[in-house]
């Protein structure tokens, strides 16, 4: 591992911190970035702020700076990427409501976008005029994202969409989406996928925020009725819907991670400090010291990983599926530590309101994050199959029709 800028890289964050200098505030020590998805309400007005300060960043070129230079970005390298995003934490900026269509679609529409769809969605994009979903997870077929049924029929130029998408991330304030679909049930679940862009304002698209046990309605279900799609808005060729989906869903792993642990272990240590239990401080007890050496040291074991992933990007390398590991092992201890500051409260622990209720939120939060960007049962198999070389999962519907896969509804 090298923990060193190398001279270029120095000099870029140089750039890159005397920009963000001159146009946010720093951010106060210890306050963490405000993430729209755990909001209460995402209202006009935090819409409104991402959109400008977005905008701002792409009228100085620093926004979506790994893109081609023709598009907008910078034609960044992926570490200048990750020091621009290390610096532009050091500030006080809109929550980010952008974080899927600039990790997720802009890279899928790159790719396997034709010219004419680069330019008709790219520019908007990157602007912050227009924000994107990701219309993938279904009632039936969440983690197994290949056993969707949300059913595209062509029709002349058009294709119909009728189905339903669930537990997509800002539906409700999306200009548009990004939609896989089956168009053909005779073929093999993987082989009968196709790829759109929907407009989230067509008629018979029906949006309904879900409120989660935290209060915040980031996540939505979605409703297809006879929406019409014309063939201009499918990405990549009639069947590729797979294939285009690994794109997407590569760039998901590298924008969701468990990040705030460390924040969240320092407000543990302080809470252990000045809770009294039993007549003397939390952190006198033997338990509660052992806890908090647990928790650093897998902290300390999450960050030193992500060092090794940001070392092989600094000498031109892409991390492996390593990468898995930090979003398995992080949102777990994350649980484990939240779950532990509230029983360590006892019956105040119902009503926290220390740090900032931080405790109540990771906790009550966190079970999402562990099943957006693949549930920590599919990171396991991604671990072991492709990090440790194990055999992969028998699968019983290889090589059979969709239509023909068992759903495990009782027969009739």
Not at 239 to 253: D, I, P, Q
Not at 367 to 383: C, H, K, Q, Y
Request: charged share 25%; hydrophobic share 35%.
């Amino acid at each position: 591992m090298d923990f060193k800028d190398t001279p270029e890289e120095a000099a870029f964050r140089a750039e890159a911190n005397a920009w963000l200098s001159a146009n946010a505030k720093p951010r106060p020590p210890g306050t963490p970035r405000r993430n729209p998805l755990s909001e209460q309400r995402v209202d006009d007005a935090i819409i409104q702020a991402s959109k400008a300060w977005q905008k701002k960043k792409a009228d100085a070129g620093w926004a979506c700076i790994t893109w081609p230079k023709e598009y907008g970005g910078r034609g960044a390298t992926p570490m200048q990427n990750v020091i621009w995003g290390q610096e532009e934490a050091k500030f006080d900026t809109p929550p980010n409501i952008f974080t899927i269509g600039i990790g997720m679609c802009g890279p899928t529409i790159l790719a396997h976008g034709t010219p004419e769809q680069r330019t008709k969605w790219i520019p908007k994009l990157l602007s912050g005029e227009e924000v994107w979903c990701q219309l993938f997870s279904e009632p039936s077929a969440g983690s197994d994202l290949a056993g969707l049924r949300t059913s595209a029929v062509r029709d002349g130029d058009e294709y119909v969409i009728n189905g339903q998408k669930i537990w997509t991330s800002g539906a409700h304030f999306s200009d548009w989406g990004i939609l896989v679909a089956r168009h053909d049930p005779t073929a093999v679940k993987h082989a009968g996928l196709t790829y759109f862009v929907l407009d989230m304002h067509a008629k018979g698209v029906e949006i309904r925020p879900i409120t989660q046990i935290n209060g915040g309605q980031g996540f939505c279900e979605v409703f297809f009725n006879d929406v019409r799609i014309p063939d201009a808005h499918r990405l990549d060729a009639v069947g590729n819907g797979w294939r285009v989906a690994l794109t997407t869903l590569m760039n998901e792993r590298a924008s969701i991670g468990a990040a705030g642990g460390e924040r969240l272990i320092d407000d543990f240590v302080e809470l252990a400090r000045t809770l009294r239990v039993r007549g003397k401080r939390a952190i006198e007890d033997g338990h509660v010291r052992e806890r908090i050496a647990y928790f650093y040291a897998r902290s300390k074991g999450i960050e030193y990983t992500g060092y090794r992933s940001l070392t092989a990007l600094s000498r031109g390398g892409m991390p492996g599926p390593e990468a898995s590991l930090g979003k398995l092992v992080g949102g777990a201890m994350m649980q484990d530590m939240a779950r532990c500051a509230i029983d360590l409260q006892g019956q105040a622990g119902g009503v926290e309101t220390t740090a900032g209720g931080a405790f109540h939120s990771t906790y009550l939060g966190i079970p999402g994050l562990r099943i957006a960007g693949g549930t920590d049962e599919v990171l396991r198999n991604i671990i072991s199959e492709r990090v440790l070389g194990l055999p992969p999962e028998v699968r019983l519907d290889k090589d059979k029709a969709f239509k023909d896969v068992p759903t495990g509804s009782p027969s009739k």
